[in-house]
Structure formats: structure tokens, C-alpha cells
């Protein structure tokens, strides 16, 4: 059985070296060590807009996970970051209902994603942290990183047309990121607005 550390969100902030991506801070809770893991946008929005209780006018799909998980009275019980492998980490969210438990495989900006919904613990594996884990201070990653902008700076999604001031071929461009980045609500939406423009 691995050791579990109990983690905490300490930061998220914009990556400069990678466009349309943000970095997610975790900290051991008893512990020095850092996690600097590299998240989407739609994901980096989705945990910021539960940290600050904000309240979409839609449903994202995270909270949609929630409200399905409440339905049938199943709890998230906690999420491990369980791997870490080339360049990508692994993650696991445990559920529980009156009868088993079972574990479900996900990404990890999605595991964390869900897991604030639930108020539920964060984990990562030892192994993990000794792999890949940073004793830096926040001031120290940002430079790492190339961060510069704080948790309550990053833009929530509204339902105004976001992208009216973005050329075709710079939609273009940002579809191949969000496609490439497996954010296939953000690339769905993009991709509407093309169709739109080039009826």
C-alpha cells in the first residue's frame, strides 16, 4: 500500500510557455513539497469557479458529475494523484455508496475538479512527490513557470460571445489547442463559431 500525503491547492496561475494553459499549485498539508501540475483553461476555470463559490448560469460539466453522483447517492470519498509518467500524472477518484467502493480512473485536473465540489480530501502518492515534487516556494515556481496571474484573476467564462474580436484563423489555431488539449467543450464552442461565420 502507498503512502498518501494529503495535498492542498496553493495557486493557479497562467503559463506563458504554453498558450491557453495554467499551472495548479498543490502543497503537502503537513509538508514543504510542491506539485506543479499543467492544466487546461476549462479545467483551471472549473476549479477556480468552486473555490470562489461562483455560481454559472449553466451547469459545467463537473457539477453535472455532482449532481448525478447526489442522485444516486454516491459520495466522493477522496481523490489520489496516483502516477506520474511521461510528463503526464494519473489520478484516481475514489467513490463510495452504501454497498462498495470503487475507484475511477481520471485526469487529474478533472479528479481535482470534482474533488472541491465534494469538499472531499486530496491525495497524492509519496512516490509521486519524490518524483516530481518541488520544496520552491510559490514565488520561486512563478518564475519556474513563467506565472503571473493569481486564482481570482483568471477569466470565468460568460455567455456573451467571447470570441468576437478573434479572427477565423485565429479561432482556427485556438481549436487545434483545445483539441490537442482534450477540452472538447471549449473546442466545441469554438468550432460553432466558425460555422457560424463561414455559413
Known amino acids: ?90 489520478a484516481k477518484i475514489i467513490c463510495r455508496n452504501e454497498e462498495f467502493v470503487t475507484e475511477i480512473d481520471s485526469r487529474t485536473s478533472d479528479a481535482i475538479a470534482i474533488g472541491v465540489r465534494f469538499s472531499c480530501p486530496i491525495y497524492s502518492v509519496d512516490k509521486v512527490l519524490d518524483e516530481v515534487g518541488s520544496t520552491k516556494e510559490i514565488e520561486d515556481l512563478e518564475e519556474d513557470f513563467d506565472l503571473d496571474t493569481e486564482l481570482d484573476d483568471i477569466e470565468m467564462e460568460e455567455d456573451d460571445n467571447e470570441f468576437s474580436s478573434q479572427s477565423v484563423e485565429e479561432l482556427q489555431t485556438q481549436l487545434n489547442d483545445a483539441l490537442s488539449n482534450e477540452q472538447y467543450e471549449l473546442a466545441s464552442k469554438i468550432r460553432d463559431e466558425i460555422k457560424n461565420r463561414t455559413k
Request: glycine letters at 6%; hydrophobic letters at 45%.
Open 1 to 90: 500500500m502507498e503512502k498518501l500525503v494529503e495535498m492542498e491547492i496553493l495557486g493557479l496561475s497562467s503559463n506563458h510557455s504554453q498558450s491557453g494553459s495554467f499551472t495548479l499549485v498543490m502543497g503537502e498539508v503537513e509538508g514543504v513539497r510542491r506539485l506543479p501540475i499543467v492544466i487546461g483553461m476549462f479545467e483551471a476555470q472549473a476549479i477556480a469557479i468552486e473555490i470562489e463559490k461562483i455560481v454559472p448560469n449553466r451547469p459545467m460539466t463537473h457539477d453535472l458529475f455532482k449532481s448525478f453522483a447526489d442522485s444516486f447517492q454516491f459520495q466522493i470519498e477522496k481523490i489520489v494523484i496516483s502516477e506520474f509518467k511521461e510528463g503526464v500524472f494519473y
